[in-house]
Nanobody
């Protein structure tokens, strides 16, 4: 089992920045891809960004150039630096980890961007 705990959400004005962090614990060996997804009210959960154990990244088109995902394998953490935030970035953000063909989710952290 892998436990994921997110932190860093909050309320910010449009144009501002937030940094989300996710700490993994438990059976952390062999975690491959980690990432961030988000779900806005009334919408499906969508990919924001992912990063493999080797450092390869993937971003949703809507956040490219504004968000940066990073990973510290020694500390078992994955971070999401969010800059130039827009009201449409408002959502619950979930940390995600892929280990041995099983997917794990955190409890989510709310990000609200006011206009």
């Amino acid at each position: 089992q892998v436990q994921l705990v997110e932190s860093g959400g909050g309320l910010v004005q449009a144009g501002g920045s937030l940094r989300l962090s996710c700490a993994a614990s438990g059976s952390i060996f062999s975690i491959n891809t980690m990432g961030w997804y988000r779900q806005a009210p009334g919408k499906q959960r969508e990919l924001v960004a992912t990063i493999t154990s080797g450092g390869s990244t993937n971003y949703a088109d809507s956040v490219k150039g504004r968000f940066t995902i990073s990973r510290d394998n020694a500390k078992n953490t994955v971070n999401l630096q969010m800059n130039s935030l827009k009201p449409e970035d408002t959502a619950v953000y979930y940390c995600n980890a892929d280990r041995l063909r099983r997917v794990y989710w955190g409890q989510g952290t709310q990000v609200t961007v006011s206009s």
